[in-house]
């Protein structure tokens, strides 16, 4: 906006806009390690001496181009700026196979542009890489690279980043590791603002559920905390990416919730701003093998299904390694773009007690778009408090383990929360559960969640399918028929299994222990097993000799 003054307008005009001529002095680059492993990444720093974008976010790029050294699987990517000053830029990029790489990276802010080039060989290291579906069964995910199944056991730990010391973070990934969860939703923005669902939980110095991705006068109020969306809030991002590492370390996928609605303190619908922030999240995770894309949790409550297929789509081109993306709606029955190319698998919740005909459903439902993607509920009960509506003990460990169960047994996966209630910030202070991450040893909901990990993984489940029909009324069967039948017994029992001919080995398995306990060989074409030992749940595992 012009202004007048006693000197005129002669000196208003003797002054150029800054990004008109600004120019830094010198831009030099860093060299990447000559040698890296398969589904690490290599990152190019590029240091700008005297930096004078009016504002480096948006003023200042770095981009880069990489390919193998014979010139094929050319991938563009975009760098992403790392210091308020616009000092520091950086850009990543994983290699997706092993092979001599060569580069070219390009720094430019308006007419200024410095070019940098160089190679980098990356070798195969067997790691488990980027999480894809299978393409031979397509309900199921397996890892790029090592071409291992992954039996998706998944919880919420939603302002894991919100810890502001890193030992905390750290803690909590490896602790949730050792329990054989292997998948965590933590959002990379989303804030609450209102009571935190009633759980004992409390802001304090060393923990916070308002999110501050942009920078802010004031970050902790709640409601007007007046966020430049223009410019990022880079000790956040940077501690994110640091447990990123970590869990990348652990082979945790972190799947990265986008937003929500609490606060209702986010980018306009569609903006620049929006969009402005989607193209920093992908710039600075997407190297990360160990990710997955959440558009926003209770995402119908405020986004439309017009923005979900387009800011889907505008994820998937953006991203140079296409990891998988879905959307969270707060209904089950709300709209999931099952049929379009970016939709890696559904996402949603229902809190039910009924998880089995639930998830067979979701099934029929993707079915008849003719395009088979993995079924996942992500959240479908908080140990000690959803569903508040239901009948007392509903959100017990022991009966979200048993809606595992049933979920699992619908050839689908399943996201837990662990209980909030020893505290964050009340006493006795040792936990934060699905709000945070962190628990301690009275926490013991997972071990139950870890023998379910154990007797799927103990066979090819990917290859089984539901086949309820092969067993009498109330117990559930997956089967790969002639080959392998496993069968589950909500309350124990005797189960009658119709078989292909010929003999199996078979065994008792303990949902609620691990306990195995052999069986003798069965024959077909029809078995009825002995009585469970207990009147608690058991599964059958039955397997072609």
């Known amino acids: 906006m012009l202004r007048t003054c006693k000197y005129g307008l002669i000196a208003l005009l003797a002054i150029p806009p800054i990004t008109a001529t600004a120019a830094p002095a010198n831009v030099t680059f860093s060299s990447p ?18 930096p004078d974008a009016a504002n480096p976010f948006e003023d200042a790029s770095l981009t880069g181009v990489f390919e193998t050294a014979a010139g094929a699987n050319r991938r563009q990517v975009e760098g992403f700026c790392d210091s308020t000053d616009g000092g520091t830029f950086r850009i990543r990029f994983m290699p997706p196979e092993a092979a001599d790489y060569k580069y070219t990276v390009t720094y430019r802010q308006g007419s200024f542009e410095r070019t940098s080039q160089g190679t980098f060989r990356a070798v195969e290291a067997h790691k488990r890489g980027i999480l894809r579906v299978d393409p031979d069964y397509p309900w199921h995910f397996l890892w790029e690279g ?5 039996f998706f056991n998944g919880t919420t730990a939603y302002w894991l980043v919100g810890w502001r010391d890193d030992r905390v973070i750290q803690y909590s990934l490896g602790r949730l590791h050792r329990l054989k969860v292997n998948r965590l939703r933590v959002t990379i923005a989303g804030r609450c603002a209102i009571s935190l669902y009633g759980e004992p939980v409390m802001i304090s110095n060393n923990w916070t559920c308002l999110t501050a991705a942009w920078s802010s006068p004031h970050p902790n109020d709640p409601w007007h905390p007046d966020f430049d969306y223009g410019r990022f809030n880079l000790p ?29 303190v986010h980018p306009a619908a569609g903006s620049e701003d929006e969009r402005r922030f989607l193209r920093y999240a992908i710039d600075r995770f997407a190297a990360f093998s160990n990710i997955t894309w959440d558009l926003g949790d209770d995402l119908d409550s405020y986004r439309d299904e017009n923005w979900t297929h387009e800011t889907g789509a505008m994820i998937y081109n953006l991203d140079p390694y296409k990891h998988l993306a879905t959307s969270h709606p707060a209904a089950s029955n709300a709209h999931q773009d099952r049929a379009s190319s970016w939709f890696g698998f559904t996402s949603y919740q229902e809190w039910s007690r009924n998880q089995h005909p639930l998830m067979l459903e979701s ?46 047994m619908a050839g689908a996966y399943q996201t837990a929360g662990e209980s909030a209630r020893r505290g964050t910030n009340i006493w ?54 002639g080959k392998t039948y496993a069968v589950y017994l909500p309350r124990g029992g005797s189960v009658t299994i119709r078989l292909e001919s010929g003999r199996y080995r078979a065994a008792w398995f303990s949902a609620m222990t691990g306990q195995t306990i052999d069986l003798p060989a069965v024959s077909g074409p029809e078995w009825k097993s002995p009585e469970a030992p207990d009147h608690n749940d058991w599964a059958l595992l039955l397997r072609a000799e």
């Open 428 to 481: 006795p202070d040792m936990g934060g559960g699905w709000v945070n991450g962190r628990g301690d040893d009275t926490q013991t909901m997972f071990l139950g969640y870890g023998h379910m990990v154990d007797f799927f993984t103990s066979f090819e489940w990917w290859k089984t399918s539901p086949h309820d029909e092969l067993v009498n009324a109330g117990n559930y069967c997956l089967a790969d028929p």
């Open 236 to 264: 956040y991002w940077q501690k994110f990416e640091r447990m990123l590492r970590f869990a990348r370390g652990r082979d945790t996928i972190i799947s990265l919730v986008l937003d929500m609605n609490d606060s209702r």
């Open 146 to 150: 090592t071409g291992e199944h992954y």
């Open 33 to 50: 390690e000559p040698r890296i492993n398969r589904y690490d990444f290599v990152e190019i720093t590029a240091s700008i001496q005297a």
């Open 363 to 408: 099934r029929k439902l993707q079915e008849k778009t003719g395009r088979i993607i993995p079924q996942t509920n992500e959240e479908y009960g908080y140990q000690d408090h959803y569903p508040q509506w239901a009948a007392p003990g509903s959100d017990s460990a022991d009966v979200l383990r048993r809606a595992a169960w049933d979920i699992a």
